[in-house]
C-alpha cells in the first residue's frame, strides 16, 4: 500500500500549469534537487512512477525536440519496487536553461515559487502520515538549493528549518498549521482533507485524555484528602475528645461518606464548601494537638 507521501506526490504530480515558465521552474526545481548532470544529459530517477510521468510530460512541454531515454529498474533490497530513471541528452538551448538553474528569477513572483517548490516536493520531498508526528521534509544534495528553498519558504510565510544530515542539506516544517498551509498553496486537496482529519481527531483524543487525567488527579486528591480527615476524626474518637454538636455531627458526615468530596459532602447538608472545610480544619487542628502532644 502506498504511503501517505507516496500518495502526496500522485496528487501534486497530476497538477499541471499552463504557463510556460511556471513549467520551466518546475522542472528546473525537479533536476536541482534529484537530478544529476553527467557528460551532457542530466539524469532524474524516483521510486514514483507518477513523478516521472510528470518529468516527461514537463520535459514533452518544454523541450519537446530533446533526446530522452526512461528506464526502469526492479530493487533487490527487502522492500521489492521499481526505480524508474529518466534521461535527457541536453541540446544547446536545454543545457543553457539547466546551466542557469541557480541564477533563474524564481523568487520573483508567487506562481513561479509555488511551481518550484512543487517540483522541489515532487524530487526530493517527504511528509509524514498525519496520524503521526507533523514534519515535512524537502532534501537536496545542494547547498545553494537548500538555501533558495529557505528562503522561498520565508516568502511564503512559512517558518522553515534547515540543516545537514550526513551529506545532504534538509530544509523542512514541524508545525501542523505550515504544513496544511503548504499543502494549499500546492493544491493538493485530498492530501489536505486527510491531513485535517487526522489532526482534529488527534487534538478530540488529546483533550479527552487531558480531561481523564485532569479528573483523575482530582479523584485521587479528594481520596487523599478524605482519608487524611478519617484519620483525624478516628484520632479524636479514640482519645475521647470532646467536641461541640457541629463538629460531632460533620465527623459522623465523614465517617458515614468515605467515598466523596468535600463538596459532596457539603450539599448532603446544605452548607458551602468553604463552610464545611472550616469545620475540618478546627478538626484537623484538634487532632494536631494530640499529635504534638
Request: charged share 30%; aromatic share 8%.
Amino acid at each position: 500500500m502506498p504511503s501517505y507521501a507516496q500518495n502526496v506526490k500522485q496528487e501534486l504530480a497530476l497538477k499541471f500549469d499552463n504557463d510556460l515558465e511556471c513549467m520551466r521552474a518546475e522542472l528546473a526545481a525537479i533536476f536541482k534537487i534529484g537530478g544529476n548532470a553527467i557528460e551532457g544529459r542530466i539524469e532524474f530517477s524516483s521510486l514514483n512512477a507518477a513523478v516521472v510521468r510528470k518529468v516527461i510530460n514537463l520535459i514533452k512541454k518544454i523541450y519537446p525536440d530533446a533526446k530522452k531515454e526512461i528506464a526502469a529498474v526492479r530493487n533487490t533490497n527487502l522492500i521489492k519496487s521499481m526505480r524508474y530513471f529518466v534521461r535527457i541528452f541536453l541540446t544547446s538551448d536545454a543545457e543553457d536553461f539547466f546551466n542557469s538553474v541557480n541564477s533563474r528569477e524564481i523568487s520573483r513572483s508567487y506562481a513561479l515559487q509555488i511551481a518550484y517548490m512543487r517540483g522541489a516536493f515532487l524530487a526530493g520531498g517527504t511528509v509524514n502520515r498525519p496520524e503521526s508526528q507533523y514534519y515535512l521534509e524537502i532534501v537536496s544534495g545542494s547547498e545553494s538549493a537548500a538555501k533558495l528553498l529557505k528562503k522561498i519558504f520565508k516568502q511564503l510565510d512559512l517558518a522553515a528549518v534547515a540543516r545537514v544530515r550526513r551529506e545532504d542539506f534538509v530544509v523542512y516544517l514541524r508545525d501542523a498549521d505550515s504544513i496544511l498551509d503548504f499543502m494549499w498553496m500546492l493544491g493538493i486537496n485530498e492530501a489536505i482533507e486527510r491531513f485535517d482529519a487526522a489532526r482534529n481527531l488527534k487534538e478530540v483524543r488529546a483533550n479527552i485524555n487531558r480531561i481523564t487525567n485532569c479528573e483523575l488527579a482530582n479523584l485521587n486528591k479528594a481520596i487523599d484528602t478524605a482519608q487524611k480527615q478519617i484519620a483525624d476524626i478516628r484520632l479524636l474518637i479514640e482519645n475521647n475528645v470532646e467536641v461541640d454538636e457541629v463538629l460531632k455531627q460533620t465527623m459522623e458526615l465523614r465517617l458515614q461518606n468515605p467515598e466523596c468530596t468535600v463538596a459532596e459532602l457539603a450539599k448532603k447538608v446544605f452548607i458551602t464548601r468553604p463552610g464545611l472545610s472550616y469545620r475540618f480544619k478546627l478538626i484537623h487542628k484538634l487532632a494536631e494537638e494530640i499529635r504534638q502532644k
